[in-house]
């Protein structure tokens, strides 16, 4: 009997190449249209991740209170709306991030750095704050955003320190070899 694992002909899908096609029509919709939909995209992540985390929450704001009544409060506040209001902040979170940086991208002409990532951070932590319910929402809008700005800038900037400076000698070569032994889809280029 062979171990070869032979294909069935009918339905197959090839995920790659619907990524690519997704893409590629993506890159062809006008600069607010790809907005909108990388922020959309985005968000249906961050819900679906923000709600399964939400279920998993099983932490006793009590216990907490011994040592930190702060921190009890805290708790009790994001877990307040349970499942669904970790699934909304998170959505609008990653929504906003991905939509402003590929915005500020755009409207850089593609430079990448680190004041764009800081901008695209302040603004999802003010939309973060102001859907989250806080107290003074303002106040509390530009604290956040002010926070996760200065936050990701450090992050990116940390970051940076471990890219390498030149190319990988080895994995070039090995994607020659790839390329000449005629597998060109084990990269992407």
Known sequence: MSTATQSKP??????TQIQTQYANWLKRQPPAVEVAVTGLTSSVQ??????????????DPGAAAK???AMANQLKVLQAG????????????TGVNSALTLAIKKARK?????????GASFGSGMAYSIVSGAPNPIQSAITTGAAFALFNGLFYQI?????????????????????TLGYPGFFHV
């Open 10 to 15: 009918g339905f197959s899908l090839d995920f």
């Open 46 to 59: 961050g819900v679906f991740i923000g709600y399964l985390l939400g279920s998993m929450t099983n932490m």
């Open 67 to 69: 040592d930190n009544p």
């Open 82 to 93: 349970g499942p669904w209001a970790q699934a909304r902040n998170l959505g609008v979170l």
């Open 110 to 118: 593609g430079k990448d750095d680190v004041w764009g990532a800081m």
């Open 159 to 179: 970051g940076q320190n471990f890219k390498p400076e030149s190319t990988d000698t080895e994995y070039e070569r090995g994607k020659y070899m790839l390329r």
